[in-house]
């Protein structure tokens, strides 16, 4: 069902939370696949792009332009894997255009931006955390083999989180795009073992 106006309303009325983040129209595409993981990875949540936090209405919606808009989603979407059910809108609110983006949770797999597996904790994006990984599948295993297999799997991926995280703010980082391309590979295989393991 498409979002109205007033569906927007009731959303700025609330507080940014686990399942709602406002951001300005000019959004980098690598903060918006951050916040698509960490949604995806936690209970789902929705993004309203064109619109300040740090104002009251009606002096909080700027607005998007909507082809940058576009391109920026689809920027993001490109580096997220696997990539989780998004759906994207653009509604008129008081002569403003604003972004509307629902992410949906995923179910067994862990979402990774970048190579990087964010969740949401509160009104904030955190890596992933080994313990944080676990307490996310959608089952335990009983076997302490099996239970120590996914804790050292688990421990792997949110290693990763943090490699490719110093990578990126290490001066130079562009020449580290080898690593941080074979970073990702490496965490879509252990996510998918992960999910293996699971079913």
Excluded: C
């Excluded at 970048?114 to 994006?125: I, V, W, Y």
């Excluded at 089952?139 to 421990?155: F, H, I, N, S």
């Amino acid at each position: 069902m498409p979002t109205t106006p007033d569906d927007v309303k009731r959303l700025l009325a609330e507080p940014e939370g686990p399942q709602l983040e406002f951001k300005i129209g000019n959004a980098k595409p690598e903060v918006i696949a951050q916040i698509i993981s960490a949604f995806a990875n936690s209970d789902g949540g929705t993004i309203v792009f064109g619109v300040r936090d740090d104002k009251p209405m009606p002096d909080r919606l700027i607005g998007i332009d909507e082809a940058r808009y576009t391109h920026a989603m689809h920027r993001a979407m490109q580096m997220i894997t696997p990539a989780p059910t998004v759906t994207t809108e653009v509604v008129s609110v008081d002569g403003k255009l604003l972004g509307v983006v629902k992410v949906e949770p995923l179910s067994g797999g862990l979402v990774q931006a970048m190579g990087q597996a964010f969740f949401r904790e509160g009104d904030r994006n955190s890596r992933a955390t080994a313990e944080r990984i676990m307490r996310s599948l959608p089952v335990r295993p009983q076997d302490p083999a099996l239970l120590t297999e996914m804790q050292g799997l688990a421990a792997a991926l949110a290693s990763q989180t943090i490699i490719v995280q110093e990578l990126r703010e290490a001066q130079g980082w562009k020449a580290q795009l080898p690593q941080m391309f074979l970073n990702g590979i490496i965490g879509a295989i252990l996510g998918a073992l992960v999910t293996m393991l699971l079913t």
